[in-house]
C-alpha cells in the first residue's frame, strides 16, 4: 500500500520556522520518478499548491517564495520544506503529493499554526 506520512508541524510564533518531512513507502516505481508537491487548506479556503519538485526544478507559490525551500533526498524516499519567517496567514494543514503521470498519492496532512 502506498503510503505518504507528513511530519514536523506544530505551533510558531510568527516571523519563526518550522521544517516538514514526508516519508514515502509502497510506491511502485522508484522515488526518484515522482513529482513531489506540497499544498496546504487553511479553513474556508481550498487547497493550494505551495512548493513543487521534480527533476526540471523547483517551484514556488508567490506567496511563499523567498520563505521557503523544498529538498527531497530519493535515497531516503522523503520530501522536506523548510519554512522560514511564518506567517499567521500560513496558518493551515500541510499536505505531502506524489505524482507520476496520471497517478497521484497524498498524505494525511501536518497542522502549521501560527500565531502569537
Known amino acids: 500500500q502506498v503510503q505518504l506520512v507528513e511530519s514536523g508541524g506544530g505551533l510558531v510564533q510568527p516571523g519563526g520556522s518550522l521544517r516538514l518531512s514526508c516519508a514515502a513507502s509502497?510506491?511502485?516505481?522508484?522515488?526518484?520518478?515522482?513529482?513531489m508537491s506540497w499544498y496546504r487548506q487553511a479553513p474556508g479556503k481550498e487547497r493550494e499548491l505551495v512548493a513543487k519538485?521534480?527533476?526540471?526544478?523547483?517551484r514556488y507559490a508567490d506567496s511563499v517564495k523567498g520563505r521557503c525551500i523544498i529538498s527531497r533526498d530519493n535515497a531516503k524516499n522523503t520530501v522536506a520544506l523548510q519554512m522560514n519567517s511564518l506567517r499567521p496567514e500560513d496558518t493551515a494543514v500541510y499536505y505531502c503529493?506524489?505524482?507520476?503521470?496520471?497517478?497521484?498519492?497524498w498524505g494525511q496532512g501536518t497542522q502549521v499554526t501560527v500565531s502569537s
Open positions: 503529493k506524489a505524482q507520476y503521470f496520471q497517478f497521484a498519492y
Open positions: 509502497g510506491l511502485n516505481m522508484y522515488f526518484s520518478n515522482y513529482d
Open positions: 519538485i521534480t527533476s526540471a526544478g523547483e
